[in-house]
Structure formats: structure tokens, C-alpha cells
T-cell receptor, first 110, second 115 residues
Framework: QKEVEQNSGPLSVPEGAIASLNCTYS??????FFWYRQYSGKSPELIMS????GDKEDGRFTAQLNKASQYVSLLIRDSQPSDSATYLC??????????FGKGTTLSVSS | GAGVSQSPSNKVTEKGKDVELRCDPI?????LYWYRQSLGQGLEFLIY????????KSGLPSDRFSAERTGGSVSTLTIQRTQQEDSAVYLC?????????????FGPGTRLTVL
């Protein structure tokens, strides 16, 4: 059974702080890794994708991948109340569907 | 450009009835996926279409669930003899299939309520 594990939270951080979201996965042949953000009652929207070990930065977001440890993380710098949402980690092999974690709820207080 | 569209946005049905949910993928996307999300749960894979290949049906929870994709574009997910446990948000996504540009884009979902 291929699994993606996330801490359900809630993760609470003050406005302006760094939020750190973590994810582990069981399938070593996973090739593509994604972070989606989902607001309540809405569908998931892509935040970041990462395919190679190391860091990938996009604005206030940094994704980190460590395939040896089967670990993916998402850092959100200068967190804003509008970042409050559920963050879904997803992994996939080539030509397959995404396997999602159950998500981490982030709450950013002003 | 236009994103993934789904219809209806909401569907309320009685237990035992059949329902059809529709998905229009992003133009040019050859891969199409159906997921469902129950209240407070993660996304559960249902079925995956890629071009003219046989679909990956490994996620369908029972033989009451079926899906087809006509002309490599629009897809319909059919649930026969609906049960209350089928109540969920059904999400469709589409993507390209190049090795590293396979990001999936989601539609707004269909909220199904079985009474």
C-alpha cells in the first residue's frame, strides 16, 4: 500500500513567521512531488512541484525534497492570514495518478 | 485559458438512484483523473484515463462505479444504485503526460449528497 503521511495539525503560526509543513512517502519509485493548497469548500490548487533532490524556491514558498529519506517539505516565509488553508502533499510515479496525504491545516493569526 | 470544468456543481439524489457526473478537461490535456474527497478526508484516486490506453480503474471502490471518456476529451463518471457512503466531493483533474510536466489541474468538483 503506497502511503503519504502528513501531520494533520492544526499548525498555528503568527503572521510574518515561517510555516514548515512536512510529508513522508512510502514508495521509493515516486518521481514527482507536489504541494497543493485547499481552501475550505474549494478544490486543490497547485503551489509547488519538485522533481529533484534539494530546494526549489518560488516567491515565499520553498519546497525541499530528500529522496533518500523519502521526505518532502514546504516552507512558507512571511506567513499571511490568507495562507490559512489545508496543504496537501502528493506524490506520483510516471504515468500514474497522484497519491495524496490527508493534509495539514495551517492557521496564520494576525 | 479555460480550466477544468465539472457539472453539476451540486447533486442531491435519493439512495438507489443512478447519477452521472461530467468533466471537461483543459484543452490539449491527454490525461484525465477522477478523485473523491469525503468530509474531513484526503483525496482518494478513482480512475485514470491516458489517451487511447485502457483506463486504470484500480481505485474504483465497487462495480457500481464506472467512467468513460469520449473522443479523448469529456469524461462521465457514473454511480449506479447510489448509497449514502457515496456522498462526497468528486474532483476531476487533467494533465499533460511529458515526464516532468505532469502537473494535475483540478476542476471545482461536484458535491454529491445521497439522502
Amino acid at each position: 500500500q503506497k502511503e503519504v503521511e502528513q501531520n494533520s495539525g492544526p499548525l498555528s503560526v503568527p503572521e510574518g513567521a515561517i510555516a514548515s509543513l512536512n510529508c513522508t512517502y512510502s514508495d521509493r519509485v515516486s518521481q514527482s512531488f507536489f504541494w497543493y493548497r485547499q481552501y475550505s469548500g474549494k478544490s486543490p490548487e497547485l503551489i509547488m512541484s519538485i522533481y529533484s533532490n534539494g530546494d526549489k524556491e518560488d516567491g515565499r514558498f520553498t519546497a525541499q525534497l530528500n529522496k533518500a529519506s523519502q521526505y518532502v517539505s514546504l516552507l512558507i516565509r512571511d506567513s499571511q492570514p490568507s495562507d490559512s488553508a489545508t496543504y496537501l502533499c502528493a506524490v506520483k510515479e510516471a504515468g500514474t495518478a497522484l497519491i495524496f496525504g490527508k493534509g495539514t491545516t495551517l492557521s496564520v493569526s494576525s | 485559458g479555460a480550466g477544468v470544468s465539472q457539472s453539476p456543481s451540486n447533486k442531491v439524489t435519493e439512495k438507489g438512484k443512478d447519477v452521472e457526473l461530467r468533466c471537461d478537461p483543459i484543452s490539449g490535456h491527454t490525461a484525465l483523473y477522477w478523485y473523491r474527497q469525503s468530509l474531513g478526508q484526503g483525496l482518494e484516486f478513482l480512475i485514470y484515463f491516458q489517451g487511447n490506453s485502457a483506463p486504470d480503474k484500480s481505485g474504483l471502490p465497487s462495480d457500481r462505479f464506472s467512467a468513460e471518456r469520449t473522443g479523448g476529451s469529456v469524461s462521465t463518471l457514473t454511480i449506479q444504485r447510489t448509497q449514502q457512503e457515496d456522498s462526497a466531493v468528486y474532483l476531476c483533474a487533467s494533465s499533460l503526460v511529458a515526464p516532468h510536466t505532469d502537473t494535475q489541474y483540478f476542476g471545482p468538483g461536484t458535491r454529491l449528497t445521497v439522502l
